[in-house]
């Protein structure tokens, strides 16, 4: 598909991966979002839950139909929870669209994989395998023209761009990663629940899902593909009283004596000309504020001669490069477009 024009459906556009789409679509020169889907408020206009949308978006939810999607869309992005895109997406094919999936729906080649961590009913075994992992700085060549984009989860897009070019380059031990990871609370979605009540998360610090999280099988497939035999990794996660922002701090035993300096320099190869990766000199390292509300993914080291190991510093917002923003960069690239249009943002600081 190579037009210069894109008319977009967000299906699951209440919750905050979709009103986020809306947010960053609203100012892409080449896409215009033609219906905001609901599968709960059809006929209700968005700005009823979402004040901040009023004269914006003036009009109604559409329900969840895929010829009526057809009908004003050329591309649908779903928003939706576990389990709803392995259903909808069939469909969505047959009428003709193209589909950018945000949830963990095809992200893992194995059925079996899928329903062991997400504890779901898998999607079609061969959609699975026609759908492109769309980790954009690594694998974006591979989503031009195709009909089905899954986008990577938040969590293993802050950590395979922080691990990959070392990975690569053999210059760390994949046996011996840890990937401790932290995440703000709009990474839950927004539905409430006890565990991101205020008075639940103020002032309070939790790991949850240890050795369990269903970002586990993802990261462990992308690293068995770069290897080439198969990685397992430790991932723990933890929820910070913040609003957005992911920060994965990782450890690996360095092979070969690779300096600061030599991992600044690699990264930065890999990453050349890639907009939206923004590797730190020496001896610097990045907070999660210093992208928030953007695309980036800024990444800094450190390597620790006593014992061996490098410290990997990897931040993103992620509700854009960890969901909204690297849908879109997704659509860019599948468009033939340069990959940073709509997506020029400056982080919001402080
Ligand atoms: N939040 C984040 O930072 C990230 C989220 N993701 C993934 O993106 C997806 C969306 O997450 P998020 O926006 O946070 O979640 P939310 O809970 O905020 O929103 C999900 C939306 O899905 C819609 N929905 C629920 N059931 C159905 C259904 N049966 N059919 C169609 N739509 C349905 C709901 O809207 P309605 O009732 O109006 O239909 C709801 O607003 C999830 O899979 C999540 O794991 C991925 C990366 C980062
Ligand atoms: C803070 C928080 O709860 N984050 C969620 C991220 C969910 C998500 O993005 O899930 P998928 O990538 O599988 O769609 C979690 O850790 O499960």
Same mark, same amino acid.
């Given at each position: 598909?190579?037009?210069?024009?894109?008319?977009?459906?967000?299906?699951?556009?209440?919750?905050?991966?979709?009103?986020?789409?809306?947010?960053?679509?609203?100012?892409?020169?080449?896409?215009?979002?033609?219906?905001?889907?609901?599968?709960?408020?059809?006929?209700?206009?968005?700005?009823?839950?979402?004040?901040?949308?009023?004269?914006?978006?003036? #009009?109604?939810?559409?329900? @969840?139909?895929?010829?009526?999607?057809?009908?004003?869309?050329?591309?649908?992005?779903?928003?939706?929870?576990?389990?709803?895109?392995?259903?909808?997406?069939?469909?969505?094919?047959?009428?003709?669209?193209?589909?950018?999936?945000?949830?963990?729906?095809?992200?893992?080649?194995?059925?079996?994989?899928?329903?062991?961590?997400?504890?779901?009913?898998?999607?079609?075994?061969?959609?699975?395998?026609?759908?492109?992992?769309?980790?954009?700085?690594?694998?974006?060549?591979?989503?031009?023209?195709?009909?089905?984009?899954?986008?990577?989860?938040?969590?293993?897009?802050?950590?395979?761009?922080?691990?990959?070019?070392?990975?690569?380059?053999?210059?760390? #031990?994949?046996?011996?990663?840890?990937?401790?990871?932290?995440?703000?609370?709009?990474?839950?979605?927004?539905?409430?629940?006890?565990?991101?009540?205020?008075?639940?998360?103020?002032?309070?610090?939790?790991?949850?899902?240890?050795?369990?999280?269903?970002?586990?099988?993802?990261?462990?497939? @992308?690293?068995?593909?770069?290897?080439?035999?198969?990685?397992?990794?430790?991932?723990?996660?933890?929820?910070?009283?913040?609003?957005?922002?992911?920060?994965?701090?990782?450890?690996?035993?360095?092979?070969?004596?690779?300096?600061?300096?030599?991992?600044?320099?690699?990264?930065?190869?890999?990453?050349?000309?890639?907009?939206?990766?923004?590797?730190?000199?020496?001896?610097?390292?990045?907070?999660?504020?210093?992208?928030?509300?953007?695309?980036?993914?800024?990444?800094?080291?450190?390597?620790?001669?006593?014992?061996?190991?490098?410290?990997?510093?990897?931040?993103?917002?992620?509700?854009?490069?960890?969901?909204?923003?690297?849908?879109?960069?997704?659509?860019?690239?599948?468009?033939?477009?340069?990959?940073?249009?709509?997506?020029?943002?400056?982080?919001?600081?402080?």
């Amino acid at each position: 598909m190579s037009t210069n024009k894109v008319n977009a459906a967000i299906v699951g556009s209440t919750g905050y991966g979709g009103v986020e789409l809306i947010r960053l679509l609203a100012s892409h020169p080449y896409v215009e979002v033609t219906s905001v889907i609901s599968s709960s408020s059809e006929g209700t206009p968005i700005a009823e839950g979402y004040p901040h949308l009023t004269e914006i978006r003036t #009009d109604l939810l559409d329900g @969840v139909d895929p010829q009526a999607i057809r009908a004003k869309a050329d591309v649908v992005f779903l928003a939706t929870p576990a389990g709803i895109a392995a259903k909808l997406v069939p469909d969505l094919l047959e009428a003709g669209l193209k589909v950018i999936d945000i949830s963990g729906d095809f992200r893992l080649k194995s059925p079996a994989l899928y329903e062991q961590w997400y504890k779901k009913t898998p999607a079609d075994e061969n959609l699975l395998a026609q759908a492109v992992y769309g980790l954009a700085e690594v694998y974006g060549d591979r989503v031009a023209d195709v009909d089905l984009i899954s986008n990577p989860g938040c969590f293993p897009t802050a950590s395979l761009l922080g691990l990959i070019p070392a990975v690569a380059a053999g210059w760390i #031990d994949p046996a011996t990663i840890i990937i401790d990871a932290k995440s703000g609370v709009s990474g839950a979605g927004r539905g409430a629940s006890l565990g991101t009540h205020y008075s639940e998360l103020n002032e309070n610090f939790r790991a949850y899902k240890i050795n369990k999280h269903q970002h586990i099988p993802e990261i462990e497939q @992308v690293l068995t593909d770069i290897v080439g035999k198969p990685v397992t990794t430790t991932f723990t996660t933890h929820l910070v009283p913040m609003t957005r922002g992911i920060m994965s701090t990782m450890y690996a035993t360095v092979i070969g004596g690779r300096t600061d300096k030599d991992f600044v320099e690699l990264y930065s190869q890999y990453y050349e000309g890639r907009k939206f990766v923004r590797v730190r000199p020496e001896g610097k390292w990045p907070m999660t504020k210093e992208v928030w509300g953007s695309n980036y993914c800024d990444i800094g080291f450190s390597v620790d001669e006593r014992t061996g190991r490098v410290t990997i510093v990897s931040v993103i917002d992620n509700l854009v490069k960890g969901a909204a923003g690297q849908a879109i960069q997704n659509l860019n690239l599948m468009m033939g477009w340069d990959e940073t249009l709509g997506l020029q943002f400056v982080p919001v600081y402080p």
